[in-house]
């Protein structure tokens, strides 16, 4: 099956897709591509080689950044197509949610784009609850055959050998 239904603390019923993780990480690793730096040196001998500069501080810098980018919109994409039936209520004005929003994040500023809109009214209004937020990302896990409990327990036992090697 691929999609699950999940009830909302408010009762309202919404329909969780398996959304496609490795095409929407590889649409963003194309949109933010960070390429090494190329030096190109002549041999005494008149051949010309390039080398890529994997250790370059600007480089290291950029793929920093990078990653962050690809995760952000690996995690928007998957969450509009987990939640591609849902719409967004015209009545849905995110001024009303502003003070509390800017509150916690002064720098936030709402999206422009109709994808943008839907993912702040995912954000801000449909999960805004975090029991919520956590039924829509468990049944996506779910859905794509990672065992959360599985996971935990392996964070625990990891976490438990850290702190075993620190004391």
Do not use: C
């Not at 928007?76 to 939640?83: D, M, V």
């Not at 001024?95 to 809109?117: C, F, H, Q, V």
């Not at 975090?130 to 996506?140: G, H, M, P, Y």
Request: aromatic share 8%; no cysteine; hydrophobic share 40%.
């Amino acid at each position: 099956m691929n999609y699950k239904d999940v009830e909302l603390i408010s009762g309202r019923v919404i329909r969780v897709y398996v959304p496609p993780v490795i095409k929407t990480y590889e649409m963003a690793r194309k949109k933010h591509r960070v390429e090494p730096v190329i030096v190109t040196e002549t041999t005494s001998r008149g051949k010309t080689i390039s080398m890529s500069i994997d250790d370059d501080p600007e480089y290291l810098a950029k793929l920093a950044i990078q990653e962050e980018l690809i995760d952000q919109e690996v995690g928007e994409l998957n969450i509009l197509f987990a939640l591609k039936d849902e719409k967004v209520p015209d009545d849905f004005d995110i001024s009303d949610l502003l003070d509390i929003i800017l509150y916690a994040d002064p720098n936030w500023k709402a999206r422009e784009s109709t994808m943008g809109r839907k993912l702040d009214w995912i954000a801000w209004d449909l999960l805004y609850e975090a029991a919520d937020n956590n039924k829509v990302q468990v049944t996506i896990n779910e859905l794509l055959g990672v065992d959360t409990e599985v996971v935990d327990s392996t964070k625990e036992s990891f976490q438990d050998q850290v702190e075993g090697e620190t004391d």
